[in-house]
């Protein structure tokens, strides 16, 4: 930012460039970002893993996390009976419906009717023989459609519960399977919490308009200054307004303020000889500008303050 003109007759400071501010403001608030980024990444190291940050350069970070040997072997083995639950949870799905735990079931217990049946039916003709009814007449069938009847019965119930204990098998694999899916698990791997505080930019655009504030205040003071200064002298009228002694030579604490329209430099002093704070020129500084003003008694250089703007 530029530092125009200090004094009376200066040019005003240049404001900042809204731009330029924000764009040194962004700057800023990455960098802080990426400061407190880092610092909240802390490596970690205990018997169940490790974690390791690597910054890759360009404020993104990379987290690695490596379990130790014991727990790996629990993730694969983890890893194994999932996958084989989930297997056989699969092919106990896919056979819901098809009756093949059922026609288990009821097999089973067909096994053990059939040869009951068998040695119903054969006592059945051998006591109708005994009773001298014979093959194919009304009493031989209808003994033995009450007979058909009651093997039919038997067999009924034993389909029907023969589903429902396929179902109480599928269901048993099932919660089987869930609870053999949770044992074996490894200790699990988190990045640790940070407790670092966080890095705050620094108010650049705050600091770059307060340093024109003060900039703009001197340039205002200075050019309040060179206006009462220039006012009074050219209000005298006098002669010694018109030629006043200005030699350097002749002041003591001098301190520049500011200059004139014309680039002659003002400053506060005192004469060597005493008396009080005044502001003024130098003649000598004078000479280099407008030399025509600048003239000379017994010695010494005097200024005409009417010639100096």
């Known amino acids: 930012m530029g530092g125009g003109g200090k004094g009376g007759g200066g040019s005003a400071p240049q404001a900042p460039d809204p731009y330029e501010s924000a764009d040194a403001q962004l700057n800023a608030n990455v960098i802080a970002g990426m400061i407190t980024n880092g610092m909240g990444r802390n490596d970690v190291n205990n018997p169940y893993y490790s974690v390791i940050n690597k910054s890759l350069g360009d404020g993104r970070w990379q987290q690695n996390i490596m379990l130790s040997p014991e727990q790996q072997a629990l993730l694969d083995q983890q890893n194994a009976l999932s ?82 204990t396929g179902l109480q098998a599928r269901n048993q694999l099932v919660n089987e399977a869930m609870a053999l899916s949770g044992r074996g698990a490894p200790q699990t791997a988190s990045a640790p919490q940070s407790s670092s505080p966080s890095i705050q930019a620094p108010d650049i655009q705050g600091a ?10 001197e340039w205002q003071q200075g050019q309040q200054n060179s206006n009462n200064f220039m006012n009074g002298l050219f209000g005298l009228g006098s002669a010694a307004a018109m030629a006043a002694f200005s030699d350097v030579r002749l002041k003591r604490d001098v301190r520049r303020i500011g200059k004139t329209e014309s680039g002659v430099p003002l400053y506060e002093f005192r004469y060597r000889a005493g008396g009080p704070l005044q502001i003024g020129v130098m003649a000598q500084d004078v000479e280099q500008i407008t030399p025509e003003a600048v003239s000379e008694q017994d010695g010494w250089k005097c200024v005409d303050y009417r010639m100096v703007a």
């Open 83 to 164: 996958y084989n639950m989930n297997a056989q949870a699969g092919d106990t799905l896919n056979n819901l419906g098809t009756g093949k735990y059922e026609d288990a079931v009821y097999q089973n217990y067909a096994s053990r009717l059939d040869p009951q049946w068998a040695t119903q039916q054969s006592n059945l003709e051998n006591q109708l023989a005994n009773q001298g009814i014979t093959r194919g007449s009304a009493a031989w069938n209808t003994s033995m459609d009450q007979m058909g009847r009651s093997k039919n019965d038997a067999y009924g119930q034993a389909r029907n519960q023969s589903v429902l």
């Open 208 to 217: 770059m308009q307060n340093q024109y504030n003060a900039q703009m205040q």
